[in-house]
């Protein structure tokens, strides 16, 4: 079972897993870029914007968000790559700077962690071009939240890189 929640610190920034201590953790997140990565493949260059947070102690994945435009597309795709032991039914719940939290299922797992995927409408990528800070919350399988800090700083240049 993922240890996130009893995680002090992540690899890149010291996310605190309990969503009251969100405000420490949010500023706390502003110190992590967003990294822009392309591949060609069969003629087409693809690229995705990254934002990823391990634990520091273990290395184990503790969120990873990637936004892409898909090819022949005008709008972008965002897929969160979570840690195991997370409690499914649930689902994620997105929120950037405070505003009406957006649900989303979780869609799969495999060995590798659980994932959701969502397609970027207008609203969503406006406040994430404008955000601060895009809170992913889950709960653990013992049913407490666990809500970690994303920095949007950056994300407006990386996705006009895409």
Same mark, same amino acid.
């Given at each position: ?9 992540? #690899?890149?920034?010291?996310? =605190?897993?309990?969503? =009251? ?22 003629? $087409? ?7 990823? @947070?391990?634990?520091?102690? /273990?290395?184990? &994945? &503790? ?6 435009? !898909?090819?022949?597309?005008? /709008?972008?795709?965002m897929? &969160? $790559?979570? !840690? $195991?032991?997370?409690? @499914? ?11 009406? !939290? ?9 060995? #590798?962690?659980?994932y959701?995927?969502?397609?970027l409408?207008?609203? @969503? ?11 992913? /919350?889950? #709960?653990? &399988?013992? =049913? =407490? ?15 006009? #890189?895409?």
């Amino acid at each position: 079972m993922a240890q996130a929640p009893a995680a002090p610190a992540a #690899k890149t920034a010291p996310a =605190k897993a309990a969503a =009251k201590q969100a405000p420490a953790a949010a500023a706390q997140a502003a110190q992590i870029p967003w990294v822009v990565n392309c591949a060609s493949t069969t003629g $087409h260059m693809a690229c995705e914007a990254v934002q990823s @947070l391990t634990i520091e102690k /273990t290395g184990q &994945l &503790l969120l990873s968000v990637s936004v892409r435009v !898909p090819a022949g597309s005008k /709008t972008g795709a965002m897929m &969160l $790559h979570l !840690p $195991h032991g997370i409690f @499914l039914p649930d689902g994620i719940a997105l929120t950037v700077d405070g505003a009406a !939290p957006q649900k989303q299922p979780v869609q799969m797992c495999d060995q #590798k962690g659980c994932y959701v995927g969502l397609a970027l409408d207008e609203a @969503l990528l406006k406040s994430l071009q404008t955000g601060k800070t895009l809170a992913v /919350t889950f #709960k653990s &399988l013992e =049913k =407490k939240d666990i809500m970690v800090p994303v920095s949007l700083g950056g994300f407006k240049e990386a996705y006009a #890189k895409l």
